[in-house]
């Protein structure tokens, strides 16, 4: 008797499992807003999950989601702003906690146009990913 109350455990438990069609750490939808007066030719992205280009960004404008394997609250942003190529300062990846599945968005501003520094004022996280 006890062997069959087992047996009927052990199924329920593998019948009951549900398996996502995605991994935790995501992918995450990530778009970037640019914060500033000029517009940003050629916007790249680097979350560690990927490297993507987003295209060009008008001032005060957004980019269209990107999907990515995974993001944190940070990430490596390059952008060609009056012919100069601005970056944010690099990032380690090591100890960060990712984000998941959601899409976010980079608000991101010039930080300092003699040394042409980039850097993300906020990560907003916009919605829950849709499943797909």
């Known amino acids: 008797m006890k062997k069959i109350v087992l047996l009927f455990f052990i199924v329920v438990c593998l019948v009951a499992c549900k398996k996502t069609k995605f991994a935790p750490e ?49 990430a490596d942003i390059t952008a060609t702003i009056n012919g100069e190529k601005y970056s944010t300062a690099p990032v380690n990846y090591t100890y960060l906690v990712y984000i998941g599945q959601d899409k976010i968005t980079y608000s991101v501003y010039i930080k300092n146009p003699a040394t042409k520094l980039l850097e993300i004022f906020h990560c907003s996280r916009d919605a829950p990913l849709d499943s797909i």
């Open 26 to 74: 995501g992918p995450t939808d990530v778009r970037v807003e640019n914060l500033s007066d000029v517009t940003w030719v050629e916007v790249i992205v680097n979350t560690s999950g990927g490297i993507d280009t987003l295209g060009n960004i008008p001032a005060g404008g957004k980019s269209g989601y990107f999907r990515f394997e995974k993001a944190y609250n940070v």
